[in-house]
């Protein structure tokens, strides 16, 4: 089974609707993080979190939200989707030990 | 703040022959430095890091990279590559301080052709 889990993997939704992408994780770390990957852009940090009770605002966190439920959870909601939230969100969580991310596999949201 | 350039967006080579994919990173204190592999269809995973030590820095796959700390670049180099090498490669730096989070460049494509 994969450290980082994403569900779900591919999601396709309409303007206006609220999304949820979730994330679990089994590393045991403090640490996670929500990024965006764009064609051309790389990856942008949305939000992170570097506890249960601490919640950040990454580079582009407008129209994102977060809830980090529990240490393993962490996840990603659009309250109201757009167009050009689409993307390939990628969680991730971070060793403190030696600052390397694990990625989970990615989830490819379209919003039509 | 810190910040990084790649500063090619895609890189056509040819099996076999040498590459060097080039990472410029900006910063006002002491950093850390990743190279992550994203292959199609597939998350990240860590090529390799220099924390602290040695400035030439092995990873998998028969990849390495070299810290310039004057030249304030990290770049990643195979001697010989294979069209399995074919894959988007990402630098990334974090500040010494708590391990901030990694700021990532815009990516290169690297095309292995035979």
């Known amino acids: 089974d994969a450290d980082v889990t994403q569900t779900p993997r591919n999601r396709i939704t309409k303007t206006g609707k609220r999304i949820m992408l979730e994330c679990s994780q089994t590393?045991?770390?403090?640490?996670m993080y929500w990024y965006r990957q764009d064609p051309g852009l790389g990856l942008r940090l949305i939000y992170y979190s570097f506890d249960v009770k601490d919640i950040n605002k990454g580079e582009i966190s407008d129209g994102y939200s977060v809830s980090r439920q529990a240490q393993a959870k962490f996840s990603l909601s659009l309250e109201s989707a757009i167009p050009n939230q689409t993307a390939l969100y990628f969680c991730?969580?971070?060793?403190?030990?030696?600052?390397?991310?694990?990625f989970g596999e990615g989830s490819r949201l379209t919003v039509l | 703040a810190q910040s990084v350039t790649q500063l090619d967006s895609q890189v056509p080579v040819f099996e076999e022959a040498p590459v060097e994919l080039r990472c410029n990173y900006s910063s006002s204190v002491s950093v850390y430095l990743f190279w992550y592999v994203q292959y199609p269809n597939q998350g990240l995973q860590l090529l390799l890091k220099y924390l602290s030590g040695s400035t030439l820095v092995k990873g998998i796959n028969g990849f390495e990279a070299e810290f310039n700390k004057s030249q304030t670049s990290f770049h990643l180099r195979k001697p010989s590559v294979h069209i399995s090498d074919t894959a988007e490669y990402f630098c990334a730096v974090s500040s010494y301080s708590g391990y901030s989070t990694l700021t990532f460049g815009k990516g290169t494509m690297l095309l292995v052709s035979p």
């Open positions: 590393k045991g770390h403090d640490r």
């Open positions: 991730a969580t971070q060793s403190q030990n030696t600052g390397e991310l694990f």
